[in-house]
């Protein structure tokens, strides 16, 4: 995170400003390196000789949609990707669901990364029904889990963990409801009893995590 | 595109959920392998094991992200992932710009094509100010040059491209002024009349269309 990030770039190109604009909108400080006036950095691209070209504590990336990526997941404040962050999401829940006692430091420390995620979420809703706008997009569906799959782990597990932060969250509620009622999604659930029982075979009540 | 789709997929899951959620949103048909039933398609994730399998025509794609993506550049109508039509839209520009009236028939069939994407940005517009919605996202970043660099390339050559289209879509044309007038965007532009003389350079009058 504190490592040298170096951008070379091209005055004239719009991908070296795709980067830069993402830098600037997370406030990252980086050297500019002006492919005219030094070409050393383009060793890390042998194949294209292209720029942009970022290279973050010595690590080189070609392709401005994958710098852009690359950015979103190491400088986590302003996302411009949500699905990153819901894809970290994801991953944190499971383990927050079965953590025992023992490791409530850990677990506490989970779940408030985890808060952190749904408000940065909340955020991204603002003025907007669905996270593509009026219409169903690809944010919507990767968040699945978020608006049936985590509350449905909850019940099971008889666990609070997503839902206490979701009820402070208008907007993602809504989210959640209005996804859910989309016809298109709604025929496309698994039935929730079902669900249900699944849950309790898998993960419960051994992996319960006891603290509620 | 007529070959034949199959999802191995779990009921449960929230991940096999996302893939059949694309396919329904665009409306394309598949054939649907439960896991428990056959494990034949599973010979295509040798390293995970796991669902969601997508395989199109033979061809296995792993990951439900991944799936995503290829579906959203398969199927083009419904996008789910807009970043994908810019750029292949910043693809047709260039060819667009610099096709001789020889190759009259390509270069109008490669306008429509734009004229579309453009058409499919000024949908996935509705109801928002930026395509992130009230603030800057990825899908503006990347969409960088509709606003600034292919007016510019217009203005440079002499040629209407984008622009025609452009002027008949009120929400994309919002969006490029927008865009311009976001502070960070604004002092993350090269300088007008630098970028014009850049184009003209490189770009013409030689490799000119001569229609207009």
Known sequence: MGEKVEVLGAWFSPFSRRVEL???LKGVEYDYILKKKSHSILKFNPVYKKVPVFV?????IADSILILQ???ETWKHNPILPHILITKLFHSFGPISWMTS???KEREEAIAEAGEALRALEEE???KKFFG????GFVDIVANFIAYWSPAMEEALGVQIL???LQKLPRLSQWCHDF?????VKHNLPPKTQLLSFFKAQFGPNNLASSK
Not at 56 to 60: D, I
Not at 133 to 136: A, I, R, S, V
């Open 22 to 24: 993402g830098l600037k």
């Open 56 to 60: 973050h504590g010595g690590k080189p």
């Open 70 to 72: 690359y950015i979103d």
């Open 102 to 104: 023992k490791e409530i």
């Open 125 to 127: 809703l603002k003025g």
């Open 133 to 136: 706008g009026e219409t169903l």
């Open 163 to 165: 839902s206490n932060e």
């Open 180 to 184: 859910l009622q989309h016809p298109i």
